[in-house]
């Protein structure tokens, strides 16, 4: 393909949309150990539309029922031809050890979303603090960079903890970073390092006295915080003690704020019918018993539907409501114009009674 000849500018394209494009693999990157970065284009030229921060669920093929697994993008809004995720991988992970093992450049998987309101854009603030551990670094990557290219003079203090210096993903984009933007300051933290390693920062566990030290005003910042769900117990901890007004503190989580599951009704009232849905599709109808959602009895019956945090979070579950109503609960995987076009979750909708959906 010559580029020359098919350059078009962002306004002469489409945003990507995950119902109608799969995602190519351009690359693949080592950023540390166990670390991947995976980037992508659409199959069809199109842009990315999304805010930094935010996360796509990517559709894994490891056996005859692919798994869905959830992903940070790492890569900035503000370079919209391209999108990124960076993932590590656990020992028993089965998602993201395929990823490491099978995904080359050429190669094409599906993708939902972008999703999420871990992002600046939707807390903005007058400075911030930026405190992550891990593979956690990477919805602050992005938000980052973007900031890098919209907004150079940014005040931004940017902590990291990781086990050894060589496990800091993204250290040295991020030390040439600081000499771009003069507000952004680095502060890094490890648990250990071996004697190959030379080491001059501070090391051990993120606490109030580390904070402090790298943030003297943290008190007046707004707040982003990512990683394991210790690390980030341990920041809020060490915030709350310290008197910061925690409506400014953010935190990114793959886990439901709130379970809103009902409980299961014992059985039909007498004379009440249950609940019909059909599968349009499929060709099939089921009933739904008192409690289940419509993901559960598409399982039941035999039906697929895509799910991955089955908490109403990621999206992954969007399908179309061709007719009827259901009481939907979710913790923010749709967007208000979805549910008006007709799209529910199927993880977290209860049908009010007869309902049609388009799987």
């Not at 099978?102 to 400075?127: C, Q, T, W």
Request: aromatic share 8%; proline share 7%; net charge negative.
């Amino acid at each position: 393909m010559n580029i020359a000849v098919t350059y078009q500018h962002v306004d002469q394209l489409q945003p990507w949309s995950d119902r109608l494009h799969r995602l190519e693999c351009t690359s693949v990157t080592l950023e540390a150990p166990d670390v991947m970065t995976f980037t992508f284009r659409a199959e069809r030229p199109v842009w990315f539309r999304y805010l930094p921060g935010q996360f796509v669920t990517l559709e894994i093929p490891v056996g005859p029922d692919p798994v869905m697994r959830t992903y940070t993008l790492s890569s900035s809004p503000s370079r919209p031809y391209a999108l990124a995720v960076t993932v590590k991988a656990q020992k028993d992970s089965i998602g993201t050890r395929w990823l490491f093992e099978n995904l080359k450049p050429g190669m094409s998987i599906r993708a939902y979303g972008p999703l999420g309101d871990f992002s600046y854009v939707k807390h903005p603030g007058e400075k911030y603090l930026f405190i992550s551990a891990g593979s956690g670094i990477t919805p602050m990557m992005s938000m980052t960079r973007d900031m890098a290219d919209r907004a150079p003079l940014s005040d931004i203090v940017f902590i990291n903890c990781a086990r050894s210096p060589s496990e800091i993903i993204f250290r040295h984009e991020l030390e040439n970073l600081s000499r771009l933007m003069p507000k952004l300051n680095l502060g890094f933290v490890v648990e250990h390092c071996g004697r190959a390693e030379p080491w001059h920062g501070l090391r051990g566990f993120v606490d109030r006295a580390k904070i402090s030290l790298l943030a003297p005003d943290f008190l007046d910042r707004t707040i982003f915080c990512c990683g394991p769900e210790p690390f980030m117990a341990a920041v809020r901890s060490a915030l709350e003690g310290a008197g910061f007004d925690m409506s400014r503190y953010h935190q990114e989580s793959f886990q439901p704020a709130v379970q809103t599951v009902e409980p299961e009704a014992a059985a039909l009232a007498d004379g009440e019918a249950p609940a019909m849905i059909s599968f349009a599709l499929a060709g099939k109808q089921a009933a739904c018993k008192p409690g289940e959602t419509v993901l559960m009895t598409a399982r039941a019956n035999g039906i697929r539907i895509g799910a991955a945090c089955e908490s109403g979070l990621c999206g992954t579950c969007r399908v179309m409501m061709l007719s009827g109503d259901v009481e939907m609960n979710h913790n923010g995987g749709i967007l208000d114009e979805e549910i008006e076009e007709g799209y529910i979750l199927a993880c977290c909708s209860r049908p009010k009674g007869d309902i049609e959906i388009e799987v």
